[in-house]
């Protein structure tokens, strides 16, 4: 089992940045890919980013391409979210998930997840 909790998510104006995390604790947080998901009100979740085991090959939706960075720490159990010009459609629910294979956008295929953490962007 994998306890996930997410963190860093607020009110910000448009352009400007949050970091999200997630802390993961249980079994061994270093074999598993990790991935940020959002959804909006009235929309399905949707694939944000993605990051390897090892931290080696990320992934991103094009919606958050140049702007969102993900990053993870195994040392400290903890998977990153930066973002950054933040936009107002950038409004949702975050969340971080985890599964013990290859990265993979669909969200059906991840194992874990967190809570979520909201983020609203104003115009």
């Known amino acids: 089992q994998v306890l996930l909790v997410e963190s860093g998510g607020g009110l910000v104006q448009a352009g400007g940045s949050l970091r999200l995390s997630c802390a993961a604790s249980?079994?061994?947080?270093?074999?598993?890919?990790m991935a940020w998901f959002r959804q909006a009100p009235g929309k399905e979740r949707e694939f944000v980013a993605a990051?390897?085991?090892?931290?080696?090959?990320?992934y991103y939706a094009d919606s958050a391409k140049g702007r969102f960075t993900i990053s993870r720490d195994n040392a400290k159990n903890t998977v990153y979210l930066q973002m950054n010009s933040l936009k107002p459609e950038d409004t949702a629910v975050y969340y971080c998930?985890?599964?013990?294979?290859?990265?993979?956008?669909?969200?059906?295929?991840?194992?874990?997840w967190g809570q979520g953490t909201q983020v609203t962007v104003s115009s």
């Open positions: 998930a985890a599964r013990g294979r290859t990265i993979v956008t669909a969200s059906s295929l991840y194992d874990y």
């Open positions: 249980g079994r061994t947080f270093s074999s598993f890919a």
């Open positions: 990051i390897s085991w090892s931290g080696g090959t990320t």
